[in-house]
């Protein structure tokens, strides 16, 4: 088949967060089986660009507009047409910061030129573009934003400020509006767990027959020598742009790393990943290390002997869960941190699952005392990643849908 294929940036195994790995192995996936023409925004970040110019040169079929300005004055212009559009419109700044002309412009072009047989759009912030008409439609929505009440005062006690915390207030509450208003356009659509599938019903309860669970995947990166692991490392990953990983984050580093240094003395701390607002900068001391972005994520994961991801909000699947699993890592999370993983029958999952600062240090603090248990646990974990979130089980349930989507071909709806 041939399948349009519309992204926020380009695919990466090697992104800044979250995302785009997970492109990665969603386009891993389909490009062995399809013909695939990638539409994708890339920039301001060198990384975004080069991961671009890697695509192509495999091979693939790509078109990235660029998100970088030449000059200061270019720069300063698109700053404030996107606050303009922020302050006088609905749009939450996610679809603003990745909407471009020439992204619209590139669909229009391509579908003029030759015939697709389904368009393929990945995340919400891709939600903003209009479709060629006529075509088999399919979404994958990352992350789905439950609605909440106004926090009429908690903004004024943000962390970066009151100004900042009332705007990502006004932000929050402008997603309930949007989802409702993209989610209809879409013939399918794929969410990442279960708990994304109930709450987008809850939303949208027109939409239950369309919406489908799909787990992402990642590619199992080959073992590494268990000698580079340090005993009393614990390694937390996020991109602190997201809210979820700034309050786990925090947890860790403070209630959490309380308790540990009581039940395993010695225990150090590395937070790890891309932290642009330098939300965490307040969280070093001298057994938490604030290491910011670092070029190898896997590299990180070689040297810790437990990875911690304390989560207690946000939707979507964990990334960092799933890599560290991969990675052959002992795993301590939460409920929420463990959504989305898929068991293998009526075996349990083989991470370490506590919901308090008090259970989850306690686990914590077993695993870094016990070599043998942790080694034993990471490579359950392993093994499940390889056969329920590799490339290959992805890619068959991705096929699946694509298959359903075709069945259920029919005129799309008007936007």
């Known amino acids: 088949m041939r399948v349009l294929l519309l992204t ?29 023409t990638l539409v994708t925004v890339a920039g301001p970040n060198g990384q975004d660009i080069e991961a671009a110019e890697a695509l192509r040169a495999s091979g693939l079929e790509v078109h990235a507009v660029p998100r970088r300005e030449a000059t200061r004055l270019a ?23 990745f909407h471009r002309p020439e992204v619209q412009e ?3 072009r391509l ?50 400020g009151a100004y900042r915390g009332l705007l990502d207030e006004i932000d929050w509450h402008r997603w309930a509006r949007y989802q409702r208003t993209i989610w209809p356009r879409y013939d399918l659509i794929q969410v990442l767990t279960e708990r994304d599938a109930r709450t987008m019903e809850r939303i949208a309860p027109a939409l239950a027959g369309r919406v489908r669970v799909n787990p992402f995947a990642v590619e199992i990166p080959p073992l590494d020598d268990s000698t580079l692991e340090e005993d009393g490392t614990i390694v937390f990953t996020g991109g ?41 900068r ?7 290390e604030i290491a910011g972005w670092v070029p ?44 989305g993983l898929l068991p293998r029958g009526d075996a349990p999952l083989p991470i370490a699952v506590a919901e308090t600062a008090e259970a989850i240090a306690t686990e914590t603090a077993a695993l870094l005392r016990d070599t043998a248990r942790r080694r034993a646990l990471g490579a359950r974990a392993r093994e499940l990643v390889a056969t329920q979130h590799g490339i290959e089980a992805y890619a068959a349930r991705t096929e699946s849908a694509y298959t359903e989507l075709l069945a259920r071909a029919r005129t799309p709806r008007s936007a």
Do not use: C
């Open 8 to 36: 926020p940036m380009p695919p990466s195994p090697r992104g800044l967060q979250a995302t785009p790995v997970l492109l990665h192995g969603l386009l891993t996936a389909v490009r062995a089986r399809h013909d695939v």
């Open 75 to 97: 720069r300063v212009r698109r700053w404030a047409h996107h606050t303009a559009r922020w302050a006088f419109g609905r749009l939450p700044m996610r679809t603003i910061w």
């Open 106 to 108: 590139t669909i229009d």
């Open 111 to 160: 579908a003029a030129e030759r015939t697709f047989d389904l368009v393929h759009v990945e995340d919400n912030a891709m939600g903003v573009y209009r479709l060629p008409a006529g075509i088999p439609t399919l979404f994958g929505e990352h992350e789905v934003r439950t609605p909440r009440p106004i926090r009429w005062t908690a903004w004024m006690h943000d962390d970066e």
């Open 240 to 280: 602190f742009l997201h809210p979820p990983n700034v309050d786990a984050a925090r947890w860790l580093a403070g209630e959490i790393m309380t308790r540990l240094r009581t039940l395993h003395p010695g225990v150090r701390l590395r937070i790890v990943g891309n932290d642009p607002r330098g939300s965490l």
């Open 282 to 288: 307040e969280l070093a001391a001298s057994d938490v």
């Open 296 to 339: 190898s994520m896997r590299a990180e994961l070689a040297r810790a002997a437990v990875v911690v991801a304390p989560l207690r909000t946000g939707g979507g699947q964990r990334m960092k869960v799933l890599e560290a699993m991969a990675a052959g890592k002992a795993v301590v999370t939460t409920e929420r941190g463990a959504t």
